[in-house]
């Protein structure tokens, strides 16, 4: 951003110089440049001020807090190298809260391909598509607080899914959060109910980019909606389902919200975050959870430039 | 490298520079004097509290109006904090948090006396009040509880005479035994984890001292194996796990519910919880509510006799203390000496009172009869429990362990209780050489 506006700035100011008389005397036409190259910075003090204060500051403090062994209030802190960092490696406890992950990632498998689906079926024309859009994207605007307890209602024993069940004649006596499996995949669809929306909206903006003559001309030549959605649709989107992949993996790393209202970790489900959570809160180890926190932040920045690697964002050209 | 990474880089190392934190150390041990003359104390001081009901009904307003005829220039205002000990913590950080204010959990005790100005020694003040020994640093008492509590069962009175049951049971084998009898015999859920909020499933480790009626219980945490055979919080925690296992517990514990649990158990349909004495009032309200007996609701100590008599642990609730920052110190002090000796709290809330010489509430008239034994654990070595709680990320303070205790119990995790037990020891003991104790 900041280059463009300093460019364009760059450009009318030259374009303005030779226009000036030419006996301009020099201070002046300085202190026009200097003001002109000042005026983007000016624009951007806010942004910057914001950018600065609410997310490399705290930022800073946390790596600061990674380094020693403070315990979240005491005035004493000790510098302690990075001993917090060497104990995350060590501690294998530490990294089994990933498997947990394992849940979130295969649930977002089935979420970007149940999105893509109804982004593929809705971007036809289908009776009362935009009703379905809503219905579809729905979800995601309830808070996540909310999403939590009315699923544990859900869930109970006894709850809707068991009574909506027992409509069909299946009378279930399971405890659909009693086992650390059937939990996380509970707790893993309530977030593909949630989430779906979001996919599903940016694939249908990104269907409805592609020209519609292009389905024209592909049914003319035969294409079945197979046809189209392989050829045409599926290439077509790649950014946005790339991006969308890149999400749903750092989403699925830490994944927090949902198993944090619904069951606070218990019974397997425990995620890095909340992990992350525990030690800074419950055992007041805030120099170890910034070190966790920073780990976290290394690995979602791992992941997203591997994916970078291997599915390089080439440009769409269908035409 | 363009101008703008350079930018980014020097911004960045800028911001690596600042970091720590800095809590002014310059008011430390500051007292809060209880000021002579009632009439002369003026100022505003804000008060926060746990107690978001009391706050928004009214009732602490009631109290505050009372405290007013007595210090007619002093402004107590309320702040009442749902998630309390997390949101105080934070605010710790900074001199703003209130003026009278609740000890959080969190505070390590050697630093009272960076946070909280003295109220006087430990000599002077243990004559009037119990449990001074909770917030006592090197002599001088930082806090002081409104009201004491003591662990026990809640327990449905009609349901257990249903079931057969009159005499408290006295070992835990004769607890299981009743509450299999509760289960065969009545409809109710013989007792009920409330597994899903957690901190019900901490207040097991209050068992601490009752099994063997030892004052010196919490030394024993700090020096010696807490799941060594025989163990106080072994022992308990056997009781938990075997009820589990035995599936004497609700069916669905992960989706239990605190709020439903109250007229649940009032109606009868649950018959026991292990609670404390702060929950009889709650449980009673929940039955006027349900248009049930509040009689029903009794209280039982943990089934353990020595010498044939139960014992009953009473401890503080928590502890209120004077933000060492405070502007108005005497004012802040006056509160606390108000509400704690003056004041119908206690009283109204069913508790034990923190004055020595008050007589023990009614609903522990069943306890002065059975003849139960009140025991104040000594809590010098409070504080390194709790550094080596931390330090083990075992949690005795903190539901996970005991929800991994139930989860093994019904199955849902996999291990041995002994296994279980001795990791427990093994971390435990572990923190403690670290801890240097």
């Known amino acids: 951003m900041a280059d463009v506006t300093e460019k364009t700035a760059f450009r009318s100011g030259a374009g303005a110089a030779p226009a000036a008389p030419a006996p301009a005397p020099a201070p002046p036409r300085r202190r026009l440049r200097l003001r002109r190259g000042i005026t983007p910075w000016l624009f951007l003090i806010a942004p910057l001020a914001l950018l600065i204060t609410f997310t ?7 790596a600061a807090y990674s380094l020693t062994d403070w315990d979240g209030v005491s005035p004493e802190l000790n510098y302690t190298g990075v001993g917090n960092y060497t104990e995350i490696f060590t501690r294998e406890d530490l990294f089994r809260v990933f498997f947990v992950s394992g849940y979130y990632l295969a649930a977002s498998v089935v979420q970007i391909v149940a999105a893509l689906y109804f982004a593929t079926i809705l971007s036809f024309n289908v009776r009362f598509r935009n009703f379905f859009k809503g219905v579809l994207f729905f979800p995601y605007l309830i808070n996540g607080v909310a999403i939590g307890f009315v699923f544990l209602y859900f869930f109970q024993d006894g709850g809707t899914l068991d009574s909506v069940l027992s409509l069909f004649g299946y009378h279930s006596d399971h405890a659909w959060l009693g086992t650390p499996v059937s939990a996380n995949t509970s707790l893993a669809g309530v977030s593909v109910w949630r989430y779906m929306g979001v996919n599903f909206v940016l694939f249908l903006g990104a269907i409805q980019s592609i020209p519609g003559e292009l389905y024209e001309a592909a049914e003319l030549d035969g294409a079945n909606r197979w046809h189209q959605f392989r050829y045409i649709i599926a290439p077509g989107i790649k950014p946005v389902v790339t991006l969308t992949v890149i999400l749903s993996i750092s989403g699925s790393l830490s994944a927090f919200e949902i198993p944090y209202i619904m ?38 920045l791992l992941v997203t430039w591997v994916q970078r690697r291997l599915v390089p964002d080439d440009r769409v050209d269908l035409v | 490298m363009n101008r703008r990474h350079i930018l980014a880089m020097v911004v960045g190392a800028a911001l690596l520079v600042p970091g720590c934190t800095g809590t002014g150390g310059t008011s430390k041990g500051a007292d809060a004097k209880a000021p002579d003359d009632p009439s002369k104390v003026t100022g505003t001081i804000k008060v926060l509290t746990v107690r978001t009901d009391l706050v928004q009904d009214g009732t602490m307003k009631k109290y505050a109006a009372e405290f007013n005829k007595t210090y007619p220039k002093v402004k107590v205002e309320f702040e009442a904090l749902t998630n309390y000990e997390s949101e105080v913590k934070i605010r ?61 069962f809640v327990y449905n009175k009609r349901v257990w005479k249903e079931a057969g049951v009159t005499d408290w049971p006295t070992t835990p084998a004769e607890f299981l035994d009743d509450l299999k009898a509760i289960k065969s015999k009545t409809d109710a859920i013989p007792y009920y984890t409330n597994f899903a909020a957690g901190w019900t499933l901490t207040s097991w480790t209050s068992v601490n001292g009752s099994v063997h009626c030892d004052a010196k219980a919490t030394d024993k945490l700090a020096e010696g194996d807490p799941w060594a ?11 938990l796990y075997d009820t589990v296992k035995s599936g004497l517990i609700e069916k669905d514990p992960t989706t239990s519910n605190w709020e439903q649990s109250k007229p649940r158990t009032a109606k009868g349909e649950i018959a026991t919880q292990w609670l404390g004495t702060w929950a009889i009032v709650q449980f009673q309200d929940a039955a006027k509510k349900a248009g049930v007996n509040p009689d029903d609701i009794g209280f039982m100590p943990f089934p353990s006799q020595v010498d044939g008599k139960f014992c009953a642990v009473i401890g503080p609730d928590y502890n209120q203390a004077v933000n060492v920052h405070s502007k108005h110190k005497d ?13 119908t709290y206690a009283q109204d809330n069913l508790a034990i009172s923190p004055l020595k010489d008050a007589p023990l509430p009614a609903v522990m008239k069943p306890y002065e009869d059975a003849g139960v034994k009140f025991i104040e654990v000594d809590d010098g070595k409070g504080a390194q429990v709790k550094s080596i709680d931390n330090q083990s990320e075992t949690g005795i303070y903190a539901p996970e362990y005991r929800q ?34």
């Open chain 1, 56 to 62: 490399y500051v705290p930022i800073a403090n946390m």
């Open chain 2, 331 to 343: 004012a802040a002090r006056a509160w606390i000496d108000w509400f704690t000796d003056k004041s």
């Open chain 2, 92 to 152: 710790m950080n900074t001199e703003n948090y209130g003026d009278v204010l609740l000890i959080p959990a969190v505070i390590k005790k050697s630093d009272y006396p960076k946070f909280f100005a003295s109220l006087g020694t430990r000599q002077e003040r243990g004559k009037k009040y119990r449990f001074t020994d909770f917030t006592t640093v090197d002599g001088k008492v930082y806090g002081q509880t409104p009201v004491g509590v003591s662990p026990g």
């Open chain 2, 404 to 437: 991994k205790l139930v989860d093994l119990a019904r199955g849902a995790r996999k291990g041995s209780l002994d296994d279980f037990f001795a990791d427990l020891s093994e971390r435990w003991t572990e923190a403690q050489k670290n801890s240097g104790s």
């Open chain 1, 263 to 300: 069951t606070g970790g218990a019974t397997g489900t425990a995620t890095f975050v909340i992990q992350t959570l525990n030690l800074a809160f419950r055992f007041n180890k805030t120099g170890l959870a910034s070190a966790a926190a920073i780990v976290l932040l290394l690995i979602i």
């Open chain 2, 229 to 239: 055979k025989d163990a106080d919080l072994r022992v308990g925690d056997t009781l």
